[in-house]
C-alpha cells in the first residue's frame, strides 16, 4: 500500500519514523502541510515522491491507497470526511473526535464509504501492554475488577492543544483518551461503559481547560476503570497503568522506569525521550520509543487489517465510544454526579451478568480468606452459606 500523510508536525514524524523504521512492503509516497516549506522538508526527509499544501490533492492522488491523518483535533473531521469521499482507507489519530458526536460522524462516513476507519492508539499496542491483554484474555488474572492507567506530562508541545475550541478540552480529551482505552480493553470491549464520576481543574496554566483530572469509569459488570492525567506533572512522561483481578495483578510502567537508568554531567546534550525535562543527571530514556509506544506493532495490525479485509485491534468504533466517556467525564467533572456515557450506537453486550465468583471451602462455606501468621499459624475465614455467619477456623 501507499501511504499519506496529512500533517508533518510531532506525531507525524513519529509515524514516519515507524512507517520507514523497518522493512515494510507499504510506503510513506505523499505528505499534506499547509506550509509549503514543511512540506517538502518532510518529503526531504522521509524520501517521499510528493508533496502539497493542498489537502485533497495528497487524499485523491491515485497512487496513495491509504490516509494517516496526524492534524489538531479540530481538522480531524475534515480530512476523514475527504477521505471518504475519495474512497480511501483512513487512519486517525488519537483522540477521534473532540466529542462523541464528532467521531459519530466520522464512524458513519467510513462505514458508508465502505473504507477501513483505524483508530491510532499506541497505547493499545505496546509490547508490554499486548503481552497484559494476552495473560489477561487467557484468564491469568481472573475476572477484572479494576483497571487504572496514568498518562502525566509537563504539559504538551504546540498552541493548538492549549486552545480548548481546537482542542476539545485539556488533558482528559488529549491524554485521557489513551488511558479510557486502555482500561476498556482490560475490562473487556464488549462490556458497556455506563458512568463516569470525574473531577478535574485548572491547577497551574492561564488556560480555559483542565491541566489535571481523575476520573472513574463504572461499566455494566462492575468493574471500575480509573484515569489519572496531567499536563503539571514534573519529570518526564508518567505512563503507567495497573490491573486488578480476582485471581492476579498487573503493574506496568512504559516510560520512566524501563529498567534502562543513564548518568550524564549533560555532556553531549541531544534527546532522551518525549517530554523529558532534563538531559543531566540520573536520566530514564527508552531504548526503542517507536516501538514502546506500540507505533510499530499498531501499524502492522492497521495494514494486516487493511490486507485481509477484517477490523483492526482499534477502530473508529472504539474511537467514538472512547469520546462518549470522555463527554460523560466532562459532563461529571461540572455537575459534580455520576454521568451517564450516551451511546447512541452500542455494539457490545447489553445483558451482563455481575458473576458472584465467591471462593467455595465445602458445601456448607464459602471462603473469605486464608491468612498465614507472622508465627507460621494458619487460620481460614470462613463464611455460612445458610447463616452468613463469619467464622474463623485455625489449621
Ligand atoms: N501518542 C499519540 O497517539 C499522539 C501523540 C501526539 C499527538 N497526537 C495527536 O496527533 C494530532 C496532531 O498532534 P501533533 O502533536 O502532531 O501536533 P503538532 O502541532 O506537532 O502538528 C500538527 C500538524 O498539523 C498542522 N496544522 C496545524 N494547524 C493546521 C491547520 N489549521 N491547517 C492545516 N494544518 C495544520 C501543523 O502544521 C503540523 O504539521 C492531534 O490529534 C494529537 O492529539 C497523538
Same mark, same amino acid.
Given at each position: ?17 515507524? /512507517? ?17 516549506? =514543511? ?10 515522491? $510528493?508533496?502539497?499544501? *493542498? ?5 485523491? #492522488? ?31 489519530? =488519537? ?9 459519530? +460522524? ?5 462505514? %458508508?464509504?465502505?473504507?477501513? !476507519? ?9 509490547? &508490554? $501492554? ?10 491469568? /488474572? ?5 483497571? &487504572? ?7 504538551? #508541545? ?5 486552545? =480548548?475550541? +481546537? ?10 483518551? #489513551? ?8 475490562? !473487556?470491549?464488549?462490556? &458497556? ?9 485548572? %491547577? ?58 543513564? $548518568?550524564?554531567?549533560? &555532556?553531549?546534550? !541531544? ?16 531504548? *526503542? ?7 510499530? #506493532? ?19 468504533? *472504539? ?16 455537575? !459534580? %454526579?455520576?454521568?451517564?456515557?450516551? /451511546? ?19 458445601? %456448607? ?7 498465614? /501468621? ?22
Amino acid at each position: 500500500m501507499k501511504i499519506a500523510m496529512l500533517g508533518s508536525g510531532f506525531i507525524a514524524r513519529f509515524y514516519a519514523d515507524s /512507517l520507514i523504521g523497518h522493512r515494510r512492503t507499504d510506503t510513506l509516497h505523499a505528505v499534506y502541510s499547509r506550509n509549503a516549506d =514543511k512540506a517538502k522538508a518532510f518529503a526531504q526527509e522521509y524520501n517521499l515522491p $510528493f508533496y502539497s499544501t *493542498d489537502m485533497q490533492e495528497v487524499v485523491s #492522488h491515485p497512487e496513495v491507497d491509504v490516509v494517516v491523518i496526524s492534524l489538531p483535533n479540530d481538522l480531524h473531521l475534515a480530512a476523514v470526511e475527504a477521505c471518504a469521499k475519495a474512497g480511501k482507507h483512513v487512519l486517525c489519530t =488519537k483522540p477521534l473526535g473532540r466529542t462523541a458526536a464528532e467521531a459519530k +460522524q466520522m464512524l458513519d462516513m467510513v462505514e %458508508q464509504a465502505g473504507v477501513m !476507519g483505524g483508530y491510532l492508539e499506541d497505547l493499545c499496542y505496546s509490547p &508490554k $501492554f499486548i503481552k497484559s491483554l494476552a495473560s489477561i484474555k487467557a484468564g491469568s /488474572l481472573g475476572r477484572i475488577l479494576w483497571a &487504572k492507567s496514568r498518562e502525566a506530562h509537563p504539559g504538551p #508541545h504546540s498552541n493548538w492543544f492549549w486552545n =480548548k475550541e +481546537q482542542s476539545g478540552g485539556g488533558a482528559i480529551v488529549d491524554l485521557g483518551c #489513551h488511558c479510557i482505552e486502555i482500561a476498556r480493553n482490560f475490562i !473487556g470491549k464488549e462490556v &458497556k461503559p455506563v458512568e463516569v464520576m470525574c473531577w478535574a481543574s485548572t %491547577q497551574v496554566h492561564p488556560i480555559d481547560a483542565e491541566d489535571n483530572a481523575i476520573g472513574l469509569v463504572k461499566y455494566a459488570n462492575g468493574a471500575i476503570g480509573q484515569f489519572e492525567v496531567s499536563w503539571c506533572f514534573r519529570g518526564g512522561m508518567d505512563l503507567r497503568d495497573e490491573v486488578m483481578g480476582t485471581e492476579g495483578t498487573i503493574w506496568t510502567n512504559n516510560f520512566l522506569r524501563t529498567g534502562f537508568d543513564m $548518568f550524564t554531567t549533560g &555532556k553531549g546534550g !541531544g534527546y532522551v525521550a518525549e517530554k523529558a525535562e532534563s538531559n543531566s543527571g540520573w536520566l530514564f530514556p527508552v531504548g *526503542d520509543e517507536v516501538n514502546e509506544l506500540g507505533y510499530n #506493532h499498531m501499524f502492522t495490525d492497521m495494514f494486516e487489517a487493511i490486507d485481509g479485509k477484517r477490523e483492526p485491534a482499534e477502530t473508529f468504533y *472504539d474511537g467514538y465510544v472512547v469520546n462518549a466517556i470522555i463527554d460523560a467525564a466532562y459532563a461529571s467533572a461540572k455537575s !459534580g %454526579q455520576w454521568e451517564a456515557v450516551q /451511546l447512541s450506537d452500542w455494539r457490545g453486550n447489553n445483558e451482563v451478568t455481575r458473576e458472584a465468583a465467591y471462593a467455595i471451602y465445602n458445601d %456448607q462455606y464459602y471462603l473469605i480468606k486464608e491468612e498465614i /501468621l507472622p508465627h507460621g499459624d494458619r487460620k481460614l475465614i470462613l463464611k455460612d452459606k445458610q447463616t452468613g455467619e463469619v467464622i474463623v477456623k485455625d489449621l
